[in-house]
């Protein structure tokens, strides 16, 4: 069946880096924009990022663009969100998505995806 299985998260310090990987299962990713999400305690879901199916573009989110990357390597089947400079303020559970549907200029809202991995936990906090 269709799944998505983040890790990389953890706790780490004002400044630092982390780079988290989705890995799919169950269908062809070379076929889907893939989008990554974060959802901070007390608030709503919000769009970090997605990347075109083959990886040659990327459309990030204003406020994270400048410290985020998104990439991809369709053969091993994992998307990649690489986070710099973190601050306490990135502190969220992150998840990665597959877009079904709308324009890739509006990947960054949530409409359009139908399959969500469980998401995993980034702390950042000296």
């Known amino acids: 069946q269709v799944q998505l299985v983040e890790s990389g998260g953890g706790s780490v310090q004002p400044g630092g880096s982390l780079s988290l990987s989705c890995v799919a299962s169950?269908?062809?990713?070379?076929?889907?924009?893939m989008g990554w999400f974060r959802q901070a305690p007390g608030k709503e879901r919000e769009g970090v990022g997605c990347i075109s199916s083959h990886g040659s573009t990327t459309n990030i989110a204003d406020s994270m663009k400048d410290r985020f990357t998104i990439s991809r390597d369709n053969a091993k089947n994992t998307v990649y969100l690489r986070m710099n400079r973190l601050k306490p303020e990135d502190t969220a559970v992150y998840f990665c998505?597959?877009?079904?549907?709308?324009?890739?200029?509006?990947?960054?809202?949530?409409?359009?995806?139908?399959?969500w991995g469980q998401g995993t936990h980034v702390t950042v906090s000296s």
């Open positions: 169950g269908f062809p990713l070379e076929h889907y924009v």
């Open positions: 998505a597959r877009r079904m549907s709308g324009p890739f200029r509006e990947c960054v809202t949530s409409e359009g995806y139908d399959r």
